[in-house]
């Protein structure tokens, strides 16, 4: 499976983004796909998570800022982030997984490049 992220940017304090991941060479809807970001400096931390029957995790730090959602039929999971501050600055990572656990790096079997959001204060 190869994961394709999409829709880094440069943002301000408040402003929104919307990052997607395509999937391609497998049965996307057959897996759990997550988010990550990381900081320089810092440990890849969980984001969120969406299942293949759409349960959906979320960190607290993002939770009430943060959407994850997934279209099936375009192999394509979303995070549309909201209400950004300087402190979800990082490169943003979506992965796939066939396993159930959704919280660490080392759940999940497939990695996208990366995508870099910024945001300004």
């Known amino acids: 499976v190869q994961l394709q992220a999409s829709g880094g940017g440069l943002v301000q304090t408040g402003g929104s983004l919307r990052l997607s991941c395509t999937a391609s060479?497998?049965?996307?809807?057959?897996?759990?796909m997550g988010w990550f970001r990381q900081a320089p400096g810092k440990e890849r931390e969980f984001v969120k998570a969406?299942?293949?029957?759409?349960?959906?995790y979320s960190a607290d730090s993002v939770r009430g800022r943060f959407t994850i959602s997934r279209d099936n039929a375009k192999n394509t999971v979303y995070l549309q982030m909201n209400s950004l501050n300087p402190e979800d600055t990082a490169v943003y990572y979506c992965?796939?997984?066939?396993?159930?656990?959704?919280?660490?790096?080392?759940?999940?079997?497939?990695w996208g490049q990366g995508t870099q959001v910024t945001v300004s204060s």
């Open positions: 992965a796939a997984s066939r396993r159930k656990y959704y919280r660490r790096p080392l759940d999940y079997d497939y």
């Open positions: 060479g497998g049965s996307f809807s057959d897996y759990l």
């Open positions: 969406i299942s293949w029957n759409d349960n959906r």
